[in-house]
Nanobody, 118 residues
């Protein structure tokens, strides 16, 4: 059973930093694209950052402040968040496209809460 487990969320003051981690565990052959999404209270889930084949993409709202990276040896993706703003408050979800037995399936973590106080 493949699982994604996020960590690193918490409460931080505006202007501060947090680093989120997400590790894939279980039996699989390889991991393709990995990404972070977030969902703020009362809003739809939105893409924050993604990485695939060495290419990274960011939502305009986080460009220059957030950095996505991955350690393939550890099956882990990170999201370094700097200069945090109250509007970054949300539950952050990890996503990964994982190949198992010839199939590629989409997996989501359960989320980690980030709260930015003003």
């Amino acid at each position: 059973q493949v699982q994604l487990v996020e960590s690193g969320g918490g409460l931080v003051q505006a202007g501060g930093s947090l680093r989120l981690s997400c590790t894939a565990s279980g039996s699989f052959f390889s991991i393709g694209a990995m990404a972070w999404h977030r969902q703020a209270p009362g809003k739809e889930r939105e893409a924050v950052a993604s990485t695939s084949g060495g290419i990274t993409n960011y939502a305009d709202s986080v460009k220059g402040r957030f950095t996505i990276s991955r350690d393939n040896a550890k099956n882990t993706v990170y999201l370094q968040m700097n200069s945090l703003k109250p509007e970054d408050t949300a539950v952050y979800y990890c996503y990964a496209a994982i190949r198992s037995l010839g199939n590629i399936n989409n997996y989501w973590g359960k989320g980690t809460l980030v709260t930015v106080s003003s």
